[in-house]
């Protein structure tokens, strides 16, 4: 089993930043992605990013060159940090540990809002 726990979610304004840290435990060994999705009242919760236990990453085209995901293997720790945010930006962000048998495990959401 593996427990995944959000945090750094909150208010700003728009063109601001926002850092995302999200801690997995349990039987960490057994993760290969982690990552990060999003939702909002009504939609399917959608991918934002996510990085492989190598440092392979991908992500959402409405993320790119304003999202950096980034990942500490020896902590169990994925974070995502977040640049020039939109008022489209807000919604629940949850992180996600895959383990290498494609088992998902999901936090319980943060919820970040851009408004100004």
């Known amino acids: 089993q593996v427990q995944v726990v959000e945090s750094g979610g909150g208010l700003v304004q728009p063109g601001g930043s926002l850092r995302l840290s999200c801690a997995a435990s349990g039987s960490t060994f057994s993760i290969n992605v982690m990552g990060w999705y999003r939702q909002t009242p009504g939609k399917e919760r959608e991918l934002v990013a996510t990085i492989t236990r190598a440092g392979s990453t991908n992500y959402a085209d409405s993320v790119k060159g304003r999202f950096t995901i980034s990942r500490d293997n020896a902590k169990s720790t994925v974070y995502l940090q977040m640049n020039s945010l939109k008022p489209e930006d807000t919604a629940v962000y949850y992180c996600?540990?895959?383990?290498?048998?494609?088992?998902?495990?999901w936090g319980q959401g943060t919820q970040v809002t851009v408004s100004s």
């Open positions: 996600n540990s895959r383990t290498w048998g494609s088992r998902d495990f």
